[in-house]
């Protein structure tokens, strides 16, 4: 058996799901085969879409070295691609992965962290089976923080790839209390997300993601020695922290990995994603392939996307088995 390739990439379509705020994707036909003889089409799209790249630009306006953030030009063309291993995150629904989660995900691929330097690390948590536009994919993913950042930016990882709706926790994101639009969606039970988790997980916990309410549970001290270091280059420590602080290292990111992610979890392979060259871009839509020896190949069925990848899935399947 040879080396064979597996796609890690959800399909993309006008309806595939998109994060909370983000435009619906238009794409139309400036040519039809029936009217010029070819067919030629057109996408205005937001570029975090569906399997996209970020560069550090996205999320910052300079990084720990003191200078300005990076655009997707300035990234090496291989900052993306490298020698990989997919960790299976064994997390609760809605929770935040944290060091411990990430040792033990290495202990059962057979990886030491310290092997981690300069590979592309994915993260299987099972997100991207629900991959759909829905409250339990973007509300209620588990998700990363600034702990999970800084045991990446310790273990000098190249790229961190991960199944999920972003680099972060979506309490860390504008979804909950965070960012300059602060959202604050409303949950399944009409009532915001922020509050919905402080009932299942308690006031403490919650306040991992809220600045203001750290602060007051833990102290200035305590708050600091988390998050002073993104404070300090002028980041809002509870908004995004796993996002700026690997990207803020020269670490990239990949969110919404999905395809046959299954067919690769715990496994060694070379990882390929090449964002477009975009010229000041702040990411970039992109193709994640896995290349990887064919015995190594996971058992399990090749992923069937219905109605065109989408994410909706047929009536008898929305408890997403596919």
Not at 76 to 105: F, K
Not at 279 to 297: H, L, N, P, T
Not at 301 to 314: I, N, S, V
Request: aromatic share 10%; hydrophobic share 35%.
């Amino acid at each position: 058996m040879g080396k064979i390739f597996v796609d890690l990439t959800h399909p993309f379509s006008a309806e595939i799901p998109r994060w909370p705020y983000f435009d619906k994707p238009l794409i139309d036909s400036k040519h039809s085969m029936a009217k010029g003889g070819v067919l030629t089409q057109y996408i205005g799209c937001t570029m975090h879409t569906g399997t996209h790249c970020d560069a550090p630009r996205h999320v910052m306006e300079r990084e720990f070295d003191g200078k300005r953030a990076r655009y997707t030009h300035e990234m090496p063309v291989d900052a993306y691609t490298g020698d990989a291993v997919c960790l299976e995150i064994n997390v609760e629904r809605w929770g935040l992965i944290t060091a411990e989660h990430l040792e033990d995900a290495c202990k059962r691929a057979n990886i030491k962290p310290e092997e981690l330097e300069g590979m592309v690390v994915c993260l299987n948590t099972g997100m991207h089976r629900k991959f759909d536009d829905s409250k339990e994919y973007y509300h209620y993913s588990c998700g990363t923080g600034v702990e999970a950042g800084q045991w990446f930016v310790d273990h000098k990882v190249k790229c961190v790839a991960m199944d999920m709706q972003a680099l972060d926790h979506p309490l860390h994101t504008a979804m909950g209390n965070n960012g300059m639009t602060r959202m604050n969606l409303l949950g399944a039970s009409g009532r915001p997300i922020t509050q919905e988790y402080i009932e299942q997980f308690g006031e403490e916990a919650y306040a991992e993601f809220d600045k203001e309410l750290y602060i007051k549970l833990h102290g200035q001290e305590a708050y600091d020695k988390k998050f002073g270091a993104l404070e300090e280059i002028g980041c809002w420590g509870t908004w995004e922290p796993c996002h700026k602080t690997l990207l803020g290292h020269g670490i990239v990111g990949v969110e919404n990995l999905g395809g046959d992610l299954d067919k690769v979890s715990g496994k060694r392979f070379r990882f390929y994603c090449f964002p477009l060259r975009w010229y000041m871009g702040d990411g970039s839509m992109a193709r994640c392939v896995a290349e990887i020896d064919e015995a190594d190949v996971n058992d399990v069925p090749e992923r069937t996307y219905m109605y065109c990848g989408t994410g909706c899935q047929d009536r008898d399947n929305y408890g997403f088995t596919n």
